[in-house]
């Protein structure tokens, strides 16, 4: 199967699951932290891993326009599933230009050193808690991409994480890292964040970028270290020179 139709046939089977969650018996808290974290969530990133090749396409910048157009338009008419995966696309879209202004590794190691903290303290402290805190479910949900549990529950992923999500995976391509591996760890990284919420009895949830940014980090960072070390020598040569 090539990407186009692997892409087409994941888009229909979460947009199915999307209409037909409501209409399934609850099965429980663990259950629905299971499905959503093992299941859900790595089927609708996995939408940006079948798309990543286009992560350094000549007409990203249209493409991602068009893009958010299309998925603010879709998310003004309403909470659908439409708006759902018009949100997914664009903010990976989103991401991949944001990448394209990336010229040295380094930089997307500082970003993915940063950004955690600054999301940290949007969730305990900023913009997310205030949204979160009084009521603001509406904004909340324009803001984030929605993930069904059977019987209606909602989880949600910020569209800055899928953005990171993206930018991160496509760096891996650029920088001849292990996209695969972080693809997997940073889906793992999410679960087991959504999975910390609940223990903790986080009302507001936990940041999300954190276990992004070490998913990334951590399966590359032999790479990252190496790529890195070989840079510096290779200034320092100039230098002498």
């Given at each position: 199967?090539?990407?186009?139709?692997?892409?087409?046939?994941?888009?229909?089977?979460?947009?199915?699951?999307?209409?037909?969650?409501?209409?399934?018996?609850?099965?429980?808290?663990?259950?629905?932290?299971?499905?959503v974290g093992l299941v859900l969530m790595p089927a609708m990133l996995g939408l940006t891993w079948i798309a990543l090749p286009l992560w350094n396409n000549r007409r990203l910048a249209?493409?991602?326009?068009?893009?958010?157009?299309?998925?603010?338009?879709?998310?003004?008419?309403?909470?659908?599933?439409?708006?759902?995966?018009?949100?997914?696309?664009?903010?990976?879209?989103?991401?991949?230009?944001?990448?394209?202004?990336?010229?040295?590794?380094?930089?997307?190691?500082?970003?993915?050193?940063?950004?955690?903290?600054?999301?940290?303290?949007?969730?305990?402290?900023?913009p997310t808690k205030v949204i979160t805190s009084h009521g603001h479910a509406a904004l909340f949900g324009a803001l984030s991409i929605?993930?069904?549990?059977?019987?209606?529950?909602?989880?949600?992923?910020?569209?800055?994480?899928?953005?990171?999500?993206?930018?991160?995976?496509?760096?891996?391509?650029?920088?001849?890292?292990?996209?695969g591996l972080t693809w997997l760890a940073m889906c793992a990284m999410l679960a087991a964040t959504i999975a910390l919420t609940t223990v903790w009895a986080v009302n507001s949830g936990l940041p999300a970028l954190p276990g992004i940014a070490i998913g990334f980090l951590l399966p590359n960072i032999d790479l990252i270290w190496h790529q890195v070390a070989r840079r510096r020598h290779s200034v320092i040569r100039l230098s002498d020179g």
């Open positions: 199967m090539g990407r186009p139709a692997a892409l087409l046939a994941l888009t229909v089977a979460v947009s199915a699951w999307s209409l037909l969650a409501p209409r399934l018996q609850p099965i429980g808290k663990w259950p629905d932290i299971a499905l249209p493409i991602a326009a068009a893009g958010v157009a299309c998925a603010v338009a879709l998310t003004a008419l309403g909470p659908g599933l439409a708006a759902n995966v018009a949100k997914v696309a664009a903010m990976t879209l989103c991401g991949w230009l944001f990448l394209s202004l990336f010229e040295e590794l380094t930089w997307v190691v500082t970003v993915a050193l940063i950004v955690p903290w600054v999301d940290a303290y949007s969730v305990w402290r900023g929605s993930f069904l549990a059977p019987g209606g529950g909602v989880a949600g992923l910020g569209l800055p994480d899928v953005m990171f999500f993206a930018l991160f995976l496509g760096a891996t391509v650029r920088f001849g890292l292990r996209p």
